[in-house]
């Protein structure tokens, strides 16, 4: 049974066999619980790779690295080159082209991992997750995905806010 909250902290007061019958855990947010998971997910991939890896040996080829392993569980269907349907954004017919990550997906992933690593003690300026090949991998992705799934990722600008209406604009007084 979970006794009093406090400042986002539950506290279980219910009986155990530890010596401490209170334990305190702490309530994480949605980013933050997935930050973590995915932090475990690749201290473990550095923990499996051969040869196995520390983290200070990790450099922005292995997160690249990282990264392509993951396409294997990709759910985003990306049209080769030579795939009959490639660039239409809703093909006719199924085709053979890999199922991949999705450019948004990789890009979540390498923010929440980029602070991550930081938050576990790294230094920004050596964060393999911020180094520039990473980001011109993200951008490459997104740019072939965007030609092979035929979906336009070009930003969209803001446009200025009209003034409310019956509100006058004022000028300068060397304008007026």
Request: hydrophobic share 35%.
């Amino acid at each position: 049974m979970n006794g009093p909250v406090s400042d986002g902290v539950i506290v279980d007061d219910s009986s155990s066999n530890s010596a401490s019958s209170s334990v305190a855990a702490v309530s994480l947010s949605r980013y933050e619980s997935q930050k973590q998971r995915d932090w475990s997910s690749f201290l473990q991939y550095l923990e499996r790779h051969q040869p196995p890896l520390a983290l200070p040996q990790c450099s922005s080829a292995h997160v690249l690295e990282f990264l392509q392993y993951l396409d294997q569980f990709g759910k985003t269907k990306v049209h080769v080159t030579g795939c009959p349907f490639f660039g239409l954004p809703l093909p006719p017919a199924p085709c053979p082209c890999p199922l991949r990550q999705a450019w948004g997906s990789l890009d979540a992933l390498v923010g929440r991992l980029r602070a991550a690593f930081e938050v576990n003690g790294g230094h920004r300026d050596t964060n393999p997750f911020a180094a520039h090949a990473v980001r011109l991998y993200l951008r490459e992705v997104r740019n072939f995905q965007s030609k092979a799934r035929g979906v336009c990722y070009d930003k969209k600008r803001k446009k200025p806010q009209p003034p409310p209406a019956g509100h006058k604009a004022t000028l300068p007084a060397d304008h007026q």
